[in-house]
């Protein structure tokens, strides 16, 4: 007990030390114990990504890996690129013998589809003699409500490939890889993420169908759209087919569930320390995300307080160490920090940029009307989106877990993290047998 008190004084003058390294940038300021950067376009020769700060001693599974990103490439309403690629990450370093160092895991998702790409993608001033495929125009009607026209105005871009292919969802498999690295960890820590999906066009679960994380588990990765009713599924697979009759796009909204997160995670000290802030981003910045909610999300603006607030209730029988809490209307956060209950987030995704029945754009070479581009593309890929937010939230929960329980092996970091829900869990269980 003394060696584990020692460790958590040791773990809070580092994470102090930390803290005191506040980067800033134009006066934002952000602690992060965690980061990755992607590299990569849609049709270059592959996506690369560089994770930094996962700790030594983690033992990586990398058919797990590929077993997500296998994931993010199904669901029905998916393209003809799903067909072309079956993505496998290649981890470079940062990895010995199966297990981290410590030092920056670097990965490399290869896209198969390159070959077709070599005359229009080549990196070099000029075209090299053997490149394969076939020469692409260029692209100058931009598509609306996709990234075309505002990354072209703001790199000053000719030929908007230049923005769609860096702007493309195909970047989201270097996030996929990289965020099943951070739930291996949490999963050492007994804390699993699984999603669902809850709404596609207006075919929706009732708004009163709580999916519990199990519920969520069951669902078979091949399920077309891994939403737990199946005659809701049927009617979501049906306003899919129509749509691509149409041929317009759906969105819809999924939810991701987090279980066995300890309480303590994130900070209501500073707004950018708050988890739920930080949650919502790791959503939001998800390709054709535009709102994220937590728990009950938007409902809490229509209901009275009574309804809203997660009551507290003394420890238990059957939790006899620990508050017990009613409902989770909060999703697992109050006040920035997580409760000890399962986190719950929330996304809401747009329909698809591109339409097979393109809608009006302007030609930026003659500024005269014409119909947007038409790149190839999904009819619905909410289901995806789901895996990636997965993937998202599992890294923001492991970086806030490390923030908290933060070591340079996962060695270290168990004995913080057994030391500190011991702390917990005497200071519940101690009250409650005084009180009985």
């Known amino acids: 007990m003394a060696l584990q008190a020692a460790d958590l004084r040791r773990n809070r003058r580092k994470r102090e030390r930390c803290v005191s390294r506040v980067r800033s940038f134009f006066g934002i300021q952000s602690v992060r114990m965690l980061r990755f950067l992607t590299a990569g376009e849609s049709h270059g020769q592959a996506l690369v990504a560089t994770l930094d700060g996962i700790p030594a001693g983690l033992e990586l599974d990398f058919n797990a890996i590929d077993a997500q990103l296998r994931r993010r490439q199904g669901g029905y309403g998916r393209g003809r690129r799903m067909a072309i690629e079956s993505d496998h990450a290649e981890v470079l370093s940062g990895v010995r013998h199966g297990s981290t160092t410590g030092a920056p895991i670097a990965l490399v998702v290869r896209n198969k589809d390159w070959v077709n790409w070599q005359q229009t993608m080549f990196t070099e001033p000029r075209m090299p003699a053997d490149a394969t495929g076939t020469r692409k125009p260029p692209v100058t009607r931009p598509r609306p409500g996709h990234a075309d026209l505002a990354g072209a105005i703001k790199y000053d871009h000719d030929d908007v490939r230049n923005v769609l292919e860096r702007a493309s969802a195909r970047e989201t498999a270097a996030r996929v890889a990289i965020g099943t690295v951070a739930r291996q960890l949490l999963a050492r820590f007994g804390i699993q993420v699984t999603s669902h999906v809850m709404t596609i066009g207006d075919v929706s679960l009732p708004p009163t169908r709580v999916v519990s994380a199990e519920e969520a588990r069951r669902l078979p990765d091949e399920a077309p759209l891994r939403c737990v009713d199946a005659e809701i599924e049927q009617r979501m697979i049906a306003a899919i087919d129509a749509a691509r009759d149409a041929g317009d796009t759906l969105g819809g909204a999924f939810e991701v569930i987090v279980t066995g ?25 998800i390709h054709a995300i535009k709102a994220v909610g937590i728990g009950i999300g938007p409902e809490v603006a229509v209901r009275p307080g009574s309804r809203v607030h997660d009551e507290i209730m003394p420890p238990g029988e059957e939790h006899p160490d620990r508050l017990v809490r009613p409902t989770n209307n909060a999703g697992g956060l109050e006040g920035g920090v997580s409760n000890g209950e399962d986190v719950r987030v929330t996304g809401f995704m747009k329909p698809i940029s591109t339409l097979m029945k393109p809608l009006r754009s302007v030609d930026l070479v003659t500024l005269s009307e014409a119909p947007a581009a038409i790149e190839r593309s999904d009819v619905c890929a909410v289901p995806a989106a789901a895996v990636v937010a997965e993937a998202m939230v599992a890294f923001v929960i492991a970086d806030a877990f490390l923030e908290k329980f933060g070591g340079d092996s996962v060695q270290e970091i168990e004995r913080h993290y057994t030391a500190t829900a011991d702390q917990v869990r005497r200071r519940f269980a101690r009250r409650a047998i005084t009180n009985h």
């Open 261 to 285: 997160v300890p309480p303590g995670l994130g900070s209501y000290a500073q707004w950018d320390r708050k988890l739920d802030g930080r949650l919502a981003q790791s959503v939001m910045c």
